[in-house]
């Protein structure tokens, strides 16, 4: 049956557009294990420079047919996101090259409390104790189930930081530059992608060949490798694309929560596809903690008072009607 008012056809919406990134996000990590693991494409960097210009060409067609119109992003707001999104980038990968895999789960899982000290600080927002719970619940799951071995050194933990605060800062902008500037998904993308294309291109094989000690243009490529290579780059375009839509339509708080049943769901896949050996009672069980927290999290912050922006002075009657309009959009907005 057809959704019958706005807030159900919000919902369908929003669990279209959650389920579209898992699947993509699913996807591409999936693809590119094998490309990866199975045929020695190890260049992570330059690869997502690939993605980003197949991005690029799926933009511009659709400028081309008209279905995203023109729009302005000023260069100075541009440059600052591309900086967060290219340090993010190359923080994680040098930060999964010097760390250990457990440190790097650890590293991922602060992105949460990073990203709502970012909304405290820059969008006053206040979260109801059942909300702070729900969280904590969905870190402690995530936990049990991918960390092992916590060992670090100081240039891995500096290049953690690095990647942790660099893709915290890229994902709160996605959601304050599409507001502040009204752009759609894919007017944001149009401008971004471009830009990350040509840097990351330029500058991953150096990177890669830093990392891997590897240079990309010696690679083997055949065609079994180029079919992955093209179906990794189409698929992290949904990706790409599905990562601003529901960080428009939620928060980056809400998109790194919910983003660790991604996480769930790559582990399952994993042992379904590369082997069952590493599936105990130990990961099981923090997969049940997770999931029920990822649920917990999605009702407590939904609920009034569950995550709202704080009002910071007492409004006349009119400014308090204005502003009580504006939260209710803005609230309606995230989950």
Not at 29 to 44: D, E, H, P, Q, W
Not at 85 to 90: K, L, P, R
Not at 172 to 190: A, C, I, M, T, W
């Amino acid at each position: 049956m057809a959704p019958t008012n706005k807030a159900e056809r919000k919902a369908v919406v929003d669990v279209a557009a959650w389920m579209f990134n898992v699947v993509t996000s699913v996807g591409v990590i999936i693809v590119n294990k094998a490309l990866m693991a199975t045929y020695g494409f190890s260049y992570a960097t330059t690869l997502t420079g690939l993605h980003f210009a197949t991005t690029t060409q799926m933009t511009a067609a659709l400028r081309w047919f008209g279905f995203i119109q023109s729009s302005h992003l000023p260069l100075s707001e541009l440059l600052r996101f591309i900086l967060f999104a290219n340090f993010s980038i190359v923080g994680m990968n040098v930060s999964l090259m010097w760390n250990s895999v457990g440190f790097y789960q650890i590293a991922k899982l602060s992105m949460i409390p990073v990203s709502c000290f970012l909304e405290v600080v820059m969008d006053k927002i206040r979260y109801s104790r059942d909300t702070k719970l729900s969280i904590a619940v969905v870190l402690l799951g995530v936990g049990v189930c991918t960390v092992t071995d916590l060992s670090v050194n100081t240039q891995g933990f500096i290049a953690a930081f690095i990647a942790v605060w660099s893709t915290s800062l890229q994902q709160y902008y996605v959601l304050h530059l599409q507001r502040r500037y009204n752009l759609s998904s894919f007017n944001l993308l149009g401008h971004t992608a471009p830009a990350q294309a040509a840097t990351l291109l330029l500058l991953g094989p150096f990177l890669d060949y830093w990392l891997t000690n590897k240079r990309v243009d010696t690679y083997n490529y055949n065609l079994v490798s180029l079919m992955f290579i093209i179906l990794s780059c189409t698929i992290a375009v949904g990706t790409n694309l599905s990562q601003f839509i529901c960080i428009g339509r939620f928060t980056a708080v809400s998109f790194q929560v919910l983003g660790h049943m991604k996480t769930i769901l790559v582990l399952i896949m994993g042992f379904f596809f590369f082997g069952k050996e590493g599936l105990n009672l130990h990961v099981v069980l923090g997969m049940i903690i997770a999931v029920a927290g990822m649920i917990w999290y999605g009702n407590a912050s939904s609920k009034p008072g569950g995550k709202e922006r704080r009002s910071l002075s007492v409004p006349t009657s009119r400014q308090q009607k204005h502003a009580s309009f504006s939260d209710s959009n803005e609230h309606d907005g995230s989950v």
